[in-house]
């Protein structure tokens, strides 16, 4: 952390003219909060204290001429060229280099203070309460994280930035210690917060999100996930005085009812994203209201909210296209049915990441949707052509056919095929052909390679190889390649050698069938496959590669019995729970694994 003032003095005269400099303030209108990972030069740099009066007297013409170029630039033009610098040693340099560059990288340097260490910490603290600094600290940090040293805060801890008004991002992720009164410490007064992300603060009450709704009306991102002593109260006055928010995350706020989403439906028109899981006190009304008013709504989590049913969808406006919606996450809703999701197809046609984990009644018997046929995929990819990841674990009824026609997707990135057995290399083929680029009607012919980065294929038990390699070759930006099962690779130890370790609470025969190839371990397998292609040529030169598998589909199907035996394949919702978890085949979260 940067010594605070005393690497640099200014005369009084001119730390007056420099405090008194018009403020500037840029509000980010569209900026994830609470996951967007951005360069802090973009953020918005505040109050320049920079704005020198400039005079054409002759003293002054005399000293500009002796001086040099680069000192004789405007404040607006060394703030962008400091921007450019990522390094806080080279911003400390700036600051000692003269008074005037000092002026303008001051802010850059304190608009977000380091405080990833106790020390670092101090060091702020000390600065923003010294009462002679050389800057207005203070009134420089506009973002303010203190998530590192969540173990440590404490009410306490937080009382030297209650002079900090200008914060606009406040991020005390897990800081179980601070209380009502070291959160509204920070918050009155504070009318220049965009964002506030509380999680993980179980002693919070209404008395903060009522502060919140008092003093912050610009507020855009909300997170108070496992905050579970919130209720309806708060968060009304919240929707209410709180216009523009886009972001609210309310997981696992077990108290939230109708009430207070139907005030957030009718009160904020900007949302964008609203995270509702374990939520269970939320009915159809809320779902339909968010939707339905929410026109620029683009992301909609309501997992466990188990009272959710049809009519939350079949009660949306008619030959109305919701056309913002890009992710809905419907896991373990229970009763949806298909008439459900034949709704949102056709409400949301933009829609790019559909979660049904655990919908049992679409299922109808398992935790994985195993009803679902070639019919129903190909009719999703036609309306919803701009999917990017899709999970299909378990739906034994597909084919090569519905591959094949995902396989279509222009922009599809991630595809979960766990334990589709009917399946053959033909679907892998087709994942692995070049996608025609349609962006340009004059180059139809125009191909381009496939954009697959992660793909899930354990237990698809026809597969060999030849198809596996086939996928390596053509999809350069393949990361993750899950096949967990599969008899071709964990019988082979030359394979296997290139796979991540299995969980360390994993069985030995769960150890045994694990088989995930991640980063690094995917481009060790297809190199090794590459150097012993040799091995695919059969006798007349052919390449097994480009056989049609339907001359070996006969014995391979022979052969699935008896592996699903051997590997220990079946309907136990925990154990395929605990494999793909590993493997990072469920969708219904992050997606990664």
Known sequence: MARPAAEVREPSSTRSSSTSSQERTVYEDDTDFFTAA???????????????????????????????????????LLIAVF???????????????????????????????????????????LSIQKPDGYFPYNALVRR???????????????????????????????????????????????????????????????????????????L??????????????SLIEVAENCHALKRLKLNNCSLVTDESILAVAESCPSMLEIDLHQCRQVTNASITALIRQGRQLRELRVGHCHMLTDNAFLELPKNIAFDSLRILDLTACHHLRDEAIEKIIDAAPRLRNLVLAKCREINRSSRHCIQIT?????????????????????????????????????????IGLVKCQHITDRSIRALAQPIMDLRHP?????????????????????????????????????THLSLTGVEAFHNDPALTSFCREAPPEFTEHQRHVFCVFSGDGVNR????????????????????????PDADMDAEAGQVAGLMHATGINDDDEDMDEVEAAEGSQYGGSGEG
């Not at 303010?144 to 801890?157: A, F, M, R």
């Not at 309306?383 to 034994?396: E, F, G, H, K, S």
């Not at 150097?531 to 040529?537: G, I, P, R």
């Open 38 to 76: 951005r360069n802090d030069s973009q953020s918005s740099l505040g109050p320049t204290l920079c704005d020198v009066p400039f005079s054409p007297d002759s003293e002054e013409s005399e000293r500009l001429r002796i001086i040099s170029p680069i000192s004789r630039l405007p404040p607006e």
């Open 83 to 125: 921007a450019r610098l990522n390094s806080s040693a080279d911003l400390r340099s700036c600051m000692i280099a003269s008074k005037t560059w000092a002026r303008n990288s001051a802010e850059m340097l304190w608009h977000r203070p380091l405080c990833n260490t106790w020390q670092n910490l101090t060091n702020v603290s």
């Open 144 to 218: 303010l994280n203190l998530s590192n040293l969540n173990e440590q805060i404490n009410d306490g801890s937080v009382q030297p930035f209650m002079a900090c008004k200008r914060i606009e991002r406040l991020t005390l992720t897990g800081c179980k210690k601070l209380t009502d009164s070291g959160v509204c410490s920070l918050i009155y007064g504070s009318k220049s917060l965009l964002a506030l992300d509380i999680t993980g603060l179980d002693s919070i009450t209404d008395h903060t999100l009522k502060a919140v709704a008092e003093n912050c009306m610009r």
């Open 220 to 233: 855009q991102g909300l997170n108070i996930t496992d905050c579970s002593k919130v209720t309806d109260e």
């Open 374 to 414: 070639d019919t129903a995929v190909m009719q999703l990819v036609k309306v919803c052509n701009r999917i990017r990841y899709i999970d299909l674990a378990c739906c034994q009824r597909l084919t090569d056919q519905s591959v094949k026609q995902l396989a279509t997707l222009q922009k599809l990135r991630r």
């Open 442 to 478: 004059e180059q139809r012919q125009k191909q381009v390679p496939s954009l697959l980065e992660r793909v899930h294929l354990s237990y698809c038990t026809n597969l060999t190889i030849q198809g596996i390699h086939a996928l390596l070759n053509h999809c350069p930006k393949l």
């Open 525 to 548: 397998l297809r190199n090794h496959l590459n150097e012993s292609s040799a091995a695919l040529y059969d006798t007349e030169g052919t390449m097994y590669d480009d056989r049609d």
